[in-house]
């Protein structure tokens, strides 16, 4: 049985900011604002497996006015919805995610990134795919005011599933 979970994340550019992209420092002039440490690949992944699981969003497991979460590493987050997952009795077949920023290219951080993904959902980096598209100097991203990432999930139930998670 499978189940597949989308989910997106924007944050805002800001001087003054790191910039954290699948918990890898990017080097870059402008940093993505948020109360956590705004890794907008991580949050959207989180997003898209708690989608996977029909149990709600983000923002309901972790809200952004909790003053715990203020600079919290994002992996927290998607390691928080991996233990659900895995407590359902699914695991991770593969994800698939795009994120969207116009400068730095972010070739040569795409497989840390994967790297970081695949420790986190207990998968191989093969079941990982990162990619990267500016916004073509246009919206948010492409006026340099945004970061996105948008991701795609697909999980396995293995032997036994629990909650009605059929
Ligand atoms: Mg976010």
């Given at each position: 049985m499978f189940r597949i979970g989308f989910g997106t994340?924007?944050?805002r550019l800001v001087a003054g900011r790191p910039l954290v992209l699948g918990g890898v420092v990017i080097e870059s002039e402008l940093g993505?604002?948020?109360h956590s440490d705004a890794d907008v690949l991580l949050h959207a992944a989180t997003d898209?497996?708690?989608?996977?699981?029909?149990?709600?969003?983000i923002g309901m497991h972790f809200p952004n006015d909790e003053e715990r979460w203020r600079n919290a590493e994002s992996s927290i987050f998607l390691r928080y919805a991996v233990g659900l997952m895995k407590e359902r009795g699914f695991v991770v077949c593969n994800i698939?995610?795009?994120?969207?920023?116009?400068?730095?290219?972010?070739?040569?951080?795409?497989d840390a990134m994967r790297t970081n993904l695949a420790n986190v959902l207990e998968i191989d980096i093969h079941q990982v795919s990162?990619?990267?598209?500016?916004?073509?100097?246009?919206?948010a991203v492409?006026?340099?005011r945004a970061i996105r990432a948008q991701v795609v999930i697909m999980i396995e139930a293995k032997g036994e599933t629990t909650d009605g998670h059929r």
């Open positions: 994340d924007i944050h993505a604002d948020g898209a497996l708690l989608g996977a699981l029909a149990l709600g969003d698939d995610s795009t994120i969207d920023l116009e400068k730095p290219k972010l070739r040569p951080y795409v990162v990619k990267a598209k500016t916004g073509e100097k246009v919206d492409g006026e340099q």
